[in-house]
C-alpha cells in the first residue's frame, strides 16, 4: 500500500560521498565521545540523558529528515539509516529513542499543516522539545486498527478518552500525536491528533521497568477526557490509520539500523577479546570455531546492512515495495542483531555477562527490537501475504 502525503514530495536524493562521509564522521565523534562513555552508567541509573540529546540537536540529529525551512537537516532515508547505526554503537537504547522522535517530527512535517509544522518543528528539531508517538494500547499492538481510544467531536474540540501503551518519551515529551477512534470499527475510523504535553486530563502511568532500553522511559499514556481544538488534527479527520502505517515503515528500517550499530559493536569488542583471551596455551582467536563463529557473524550483519540499504533507497524512491522491503530489513537485520551480540556474549564467557564489559546490556537492548514497530512475525506476515497476492 503506498501512502502519499499532502504535498508534492519527490524521491529524495542521497548526499555526495565526501558529504555523507564528514556527517558520519562528526556523528561516530558524537557516539564515542557523548554516548559510549556513559551507556552503562545511563542504563543502571535508568536516566535519559536531555543535556545530551540537545547536543546531539545541535549537530542536526532531532530532523534528520525534516524540511529545511523548519531547520531539519533535509537528508535521505539511506543517509539516515547510516548515521542511526552509527549512533547505535554508542548506546542502542538512546538512538533508538532519537529515531521514534525523527518519527513524530516527520509525521508532523509531512502531514500536518503550514502552521503545526511551524509551531512544533523548530523546537523539536533542536531536541530541546521532544515528540513521542501514542499508537498502541493494552489491547492492540500488532492489530492497531483495534484501538479503542476514542475521539468525540464536541463543537471546535475533540474530547479524547483512553490510554496508550508502551510509549517511549512518555511523561519526558512535549507533544504526543495521538492516534484516536473518530468513526467506524477498522482502519478508517482513526484520526490523529496533536497532543499538547499539560493539557488537562493528560497523565502518565509509572515508569516501566524493562530489560533493556532502561535509559528511555516508557510509560502509560492516559487520556481522561483531553480536549484539543480541531486544529489540533494531523493531516485530516480519518487519515490516521494511514499516517501510522506510512511512519512505520521508516520506523522499521530505523531500528533495523540500531540493531546493525549495536551489533557492530559488540563484534568489534569480540574481535579484539578474542585476540587478547588466552585458553590452553594459545588466544580464542587461534580456536577454528571461534573463527567459524565471528565470520558467521560478519556475514550476517553485512547482509543485513545490505537490506537495510535497499529498503531505505526504496523508501527514497517511493518504490511501490518500499513496505515489503522494510519489512524484510526489519525482520533480517534485528534477528542477525541479536544473535550476532548473543554470540559476542558467549565469545566473552562470563565477562560478557557482567555489565562492566556493556555486551550484556546490548544484548538487553537488541531483543525488543524484534518486538517494536511491528513484531517480526508481523513482519513475515507482510512478505509472506505479498509473495502470495
Known sequence: MTIEAPFAESPVQSL???ERE???DAVREFAETELAPHAVEWDADEHLPRDVLERGGELGLGGLYIREDVGGTG????DSVAIVEELAKGDPSIAAYITIHNMVAWMIDTYGTDGQRH?????LVTMRDLGAYCLTEPGAGSDAAAITTSAIRSGDEYVLTGVKQFISGGGE???YVVMARTGEPGARGITAFLVPDGTPGLSFGVKEHKMGWKAQPTRQVILDEVRVPAENVLGGEGMGFKIAM????????NVAACS???AQWALDRAVKYVHERFTFGEPLAEKQSVVFALADMATELRAARALVRDAALAVDAKAPDAAIQCAMAKRFATDAGFRVANEALQLHGGYGYLSDYG??????DLRVHQILEGTNEIMRVIVGRDLLG
Open 260 to 262: 546493525l550499530g549495536g
Open 246 to 253: 506510512s511512519a512505520l515503515n521508516g520506523g522499521r528500517i
Open 173 to 175: 515529551a512535549s507533544v
Open 359 to 364: 555486551i550484556e546490556k546490548v544484548v538487553r
Open 75 to 78: 537528508l535521505s532515508r539511506s
Open 16 to 18: 555526495p560521498a565526501d
Open 119 to 123: 509551531e512544533w518543528l523548530p523546537k
Open 22 to 24: 564528514a556527517i558520519l
